[in-house]
């Protein structure tokens, strides 16, 4: 099987190739490789537009079209995948992604040509749930804010609402997926009330993991001290949290987003905690990215803000390519891919 392997600057070809070998052995077919252009925040920046506009919306690739040939599978994580990278690629099979999120590839041109995308699920959920209890630790117990106050020469211990510890907390969680599950059981040693919405969720998966089912969205804003948002983002999804959730909110709770910004009302948030409603937030992930110098965010001193690097660990990376050459091998063995985003329009199921 002829594969082609885009690096990028977050995930090195070296790295799937590694993978490969071990996974389908060095015998395993013709592997070649080609890096995407650019520097790390130049793909940060067209990875953030595609999140929004799809992979039309970027520079085409050209060092990609010209590398994609005779492929039958092609190896990417943030790089784009236009309808151009697809018409050049005559014997493609497959498109595997090493994330979740396949906004960097035309799934609608992929399936008009019979091309399975397959994402990978779970890759980075125990990194991400591993940043949702730091943010809450630094919400809660003001880390961050006396850190930087003892670096500018102040020694201060009040920063407003009394902090309070997560095992005499009830902690909401919308979503429990994969990252919602790893969150709960690195959880558990607190002791919280866990207090989960996820409709697609069975109960029994619910009690495995200590959490009992919420009435309904409205019930986990309403009785949670700290809410952490683990939900996909989907047609359904976009912005479907707001300033009526905000306003059911207790005053000295805590709202957490390590999912996607577009989740969220954000200008409904910022009023939240601009006006104190709200106790504050810790958010890895933002409308615009890097925020802007004069970003009114930077202004709030009730936030806790990460640089959208919540998945970002050497664990997932590893896991990352794993996952893509086990679905290489999969297709290799059986011919399809069980975890194709279009393996029913393929005829795959």
């Known amino acids: 099987m002829r594969v082609l392997i885009v690096g990028d600057r977050f995930i090195p070809a070296e790295s799937y190739a590694d993978a490969l070998a071990e996974v389908c052995g060095p015998q395993f077919g013709l592997v070649s490789s080609v890096d995407w252009r650019g520097t790390k925040a130049e793909q940060h920046e067209a990875q953030q537009i595609m999140e929004w506009r799809g992979p039309e919306a970027v520079a085409l690739p050209d060092e990609i079209v010209d590398a994609v040939g005779e492929a039958e599978v092609l190896a990417v994580h943030f790089a784009p995948v236009p309808s151009a990278v697809l018409r050049a690629a005559p014997e493609l099979r497959a498109v595997c992604v090493a994330r979740t999120g396949l906004e960097n590839v035309d799934v609608t041109a992929a399936t008009a040509r019979g091309v399975a995308v397959v994402p990978v699920f779970g890759r980075n959920a125990s990194a991400v749930a591993e940043l949702a209890v730091g943010l809450m630790l630094a919400e809660a117990r003001d880390i961050a804010r006396a850190d930087a106050l003892v670096k500018a020469g102040g020694w201060r211990k009040d920063f407003g609402p009394s902090r309070r510890e997560i095992g005499d907390s009830t902690v909401g969680l919308i979503g429990m997926g994969h990252v919602g599950r790893a969150f709960a059981e690195r959880l558990r040693?607190?002791?919280?009330?866990?207090?989960?919405?996820?409709?697609?969720?069975?109960?029994?998966?619910?009690?495995?993991?200590?959490?009992?089912?919420?009435?309904?969205?409205?019930?986990?804003?309403?009785?949670?001290?700290?809410?952490?948002?683990?939900?996909?983002?989907?047609?359904?999804?976009?912005?479907?949290?707001?300033?009526?959730?905000?306003?059911?909110?207790?005053?000295?709770?805590?709202?957490?987003?390590?999912?996607?910004?577009?989740?969220?009302?954000?200008?409904?948030?910022?009023?939240?905690?601009?006006?104190?409603?709200?106790?504050?937030?810790?958010?890895?992930?933002?409308?615009?990215?890097?925020?802007?110098?004069?970003?009114?965010?930077?202004?709030?001193?009730?936030?806790?803000?990460?640089?959208?690097?919540?998945?970002?660990?050497?664990?997932?990376?590893?896991?990352?390519?794993?996952?893509?050459?086990?679905?290489?091998?999969?297709?290799?063995?059986?011919?399809r891919c069980a975890a194709a985003v279009n393996a029913r329009e393929l005829g795959w199921v």
Do not use: C
């Open 189 to 335: 040693g607190f002791g919280p009330r866990l207090l989960a919405y996820d409709p697609y969720v069975p109960d029994d998966v619910l009690a495995r993991h200590g959490a009992v089912r919420a009435e309904d969205l409205d019930s986990v804003f309403r009785e949670a001290d700290f809410v952490q948002l683990f939900a996909r983002l989907t047609s359904l999804t976009e912005r479907f949290i707001g300033a009526r959730h905000f306003a059911l909110m207790k005053p000295t709770s805590y709202f957490v987003n390590t999912a996607r910004s577009r989740l969220v009302d954000t200008r409904a948030l910022y009023e939240a905690l601009e006006t104190r409603r709200i106790a504050g937030a810790g958010l890895d992930v933002h409308d615009q990215e890097p925020l802007p110098a004069d970003s009114p965010w930077r202004r709030l001193d009730n936030v806790t803000f990460t640089t959208h690097f919540a998945g970002d660990t050497a664990t997932t990376t590893l896991r990352s390519v794993r996952l893509v050459a086990e679905a290489v091998a999969e297709l290799k063995v059986t011919g």
